[in-house]
Structure formats: structure tokens, C-alpha cells
């Protein structure tokens, strides 16, 4: 399967540890992006890379949140000092340079890494 | 800035009924338009998008959507639903990123069940 893959797929931890997930991409895309998922809501804009670039942030990813992309291949989001309002389902995704398709606007998702905070 | 609304959290219907999904936004800008569903315990896929053309949109598994310009609306309809149709379905809007990238803001979501 060469869909978005997320690691871990469930993280249970205690408040005030660090936890950090993993994202691999499509392989072609460049275009990377992380959002969270509470219950009962929509997903919610966190930051965006292209490729390496660090792009876009939201206002959400409080300076506890780091995510990185180095290569412009695979990226990591972590959460320092973790609280409990943390507790989300973390989504990664990932789309395509605009080439001779056009711009799809599509987002491609990952299956979510679900964090749970003690 | 960008918002939609789902005004419906949940909604029941039996197998082979048709249904609706509402959903209305608020851009101030060029519109694109998305529907994405979510099955339990997985990740988003793509329904069907609005970029620009026919206001009336045709996607996955029968169903469509139609872009009202006018009511702000682009409601998600499916003339016979499946029980395999269970599932939570997220309306969004988009906006374009530095670099070419994609913002989509969500709706909080309309949950389809049905019912035999």
C-alpha cells in the first residue's frame, strides 16, 4: 500500500511527557500537512511543509508542538510537556505538486495517530 | 476568514432511502469546495470537489453535490443509501497556501447511519 502512513496509531501517556509521531508521505508528494481531530470535531489546520519548508503555521501549535520535515521526505510532530487537552487524533496528509494535472486541491489522509493523555 | 456549517450531527435513514447532507460556508475569497467521509477508525477520503465548472458534482460511490453560489450551500446527496454509507462526512473550504498548498477548514461533521 503506498498511501500516508502514520505512527504510532495509538499513544496513551502520562501529563508532562513528551510524545512524538511519525508521518510518511505518498512518495511523489511534496506538499505535507498535519491536523487534529477532537471528538466531535473536524479536523483543524495545525502547519503545512513544502517539502522541507516549514510553510504555514496555526495558532493552535502552541510552542510546546514542533513538527519537522528534513529531506522533504518524512515528518515528525511533537508535543513537549503533553496536557490533557492534548488528547486528539493527530492526522497527517500529504498532495501533489500542481504539474500538468492542475491543482486537485485534494488531500490525501492518513489512517491518524491517536493520542490519549493521562 | 473561512467557516462551514454542518447543521445536522447526525442523521438516520433506512437502506435505499435518499439523503441529504447540508452544508453551508462562508469564504471571502475564490471557492473550492470539498466533501470527505470517514469510517470508523480510519483516516479521510475524498467524496467529491468543487474547483470551479458545472455547479453540480458527481463522486465516489453515487454521490453528488451542488455548488449554490447564491445559498452558500453545497449540499451532499445520494439517491439510495447502503448500509456500508454509515459513516461521519465532513464538508470543508478551501483556501490556497503559499506554495501552492491546500487550508482545508472542516465543518464539525454530519453522522450518516443506516438503518435495514
Known amino acids: 500500500d503506498t498511501g500516508v502512513s502514520q505512527n504510532p496509531r495509538h499513544k496513551i501517556t502520562k501529563r508532562g511527557q513528551n510524545v512524538t509521531f511519525r508521518c510518511d508521505p505518498i512518495?511523489?508528494?511534496?506538499?505535507l500537512y498535519w491536523y487534529r481531530q477532537t471528538l466531535g470535531q473536524g479536523p483543524e489546520f495545525l502547519t503545512y511543509?513544502?517539502?522541507?519548508?516549514?510553510?504555514?503555521k496555526s495558532r493552535l501549535l502552541s510552542d510546546r508542538f514542533s513538527a519537522e520535515r528534513p529531506k522533504g521526505s518524512f515528518s515528525t510532530l511533537e508535543i513537549q510537556r503533553t496536557e490533557q487537552g492534548d488528547s486528539a487524533m493527530y492526522l497527517c496528509?500529504?498532495?501533489?505538486?500542481?504539474?500538468?494535472?492542475?491543482?486537485?486541491?485534494?488531500?490525501?489522509f492518513g489512517e491518524g495517530s491517536r493520542l490519549t493523555v493521562l | 476568514a473561512q467557516s462551514v456549517t454542518q447543521l445536522d450531527s447526525q442523521v438516520p435513514v433506512f437502506e435505499e432511502a435518499p439523503v441529504e447532507l447540508r452544508c453551508n460556508y462562508s469564504?471571502?475569497?475564490?471557492?473550492?469546495l470539498f466533501w470527505y467521509v470517514q469510517y470508523p477508525n480510519q483516516g479521510l477520503q475524498l467524496l467529491l470537489k468543487?474547483?470551479?465548472?458545472?455547479?453540480l458534482v458527481k463522486g465516489i460511490n453515487g454521490f453528488e453535490a451542488e455548488f449554490n453560489k447564491s445559498q452558500t450551500s453545497f449540499h451532499l446527496r445520494k439517491p439510495s443509501v447502503h448500509i456500508s454509507d454509515t459513516a461521519e462526512y465532513f464538508c470543508?473550504?478551501?483556501?490556497?497556501?503559499?506554495?501552492?498548498?491546500?487550508?482545508?477548514?472542516f465543518g464539525t461533521g454530519t453522522q450518516l447511519k443506516v438503518e435495514l
Open positions: 496528509a500529504s498532495s501533489q505538486e500542481q504539474g500538468i494535472v492542475g491543482w486537485t486541491g485534494e488531500l490525501f
Open positions: 512518495s511523489e508528494h511534496n506538499r
Open positions: 511543509f513544502q517539502n522541507e519548508a516549514q510553510l504555514e
Open positions: 469564504s471571502s475569497v475564490s471557492v473550492y
Open positions: 468543487y474547483l470551479s465548472g458545472s455547479t
Open positions: 470543508a473550504v478551501s483556501r490556497r497556501l503559499t506554495g501552492g498548498g491546500n487550508k482545508l477548514t
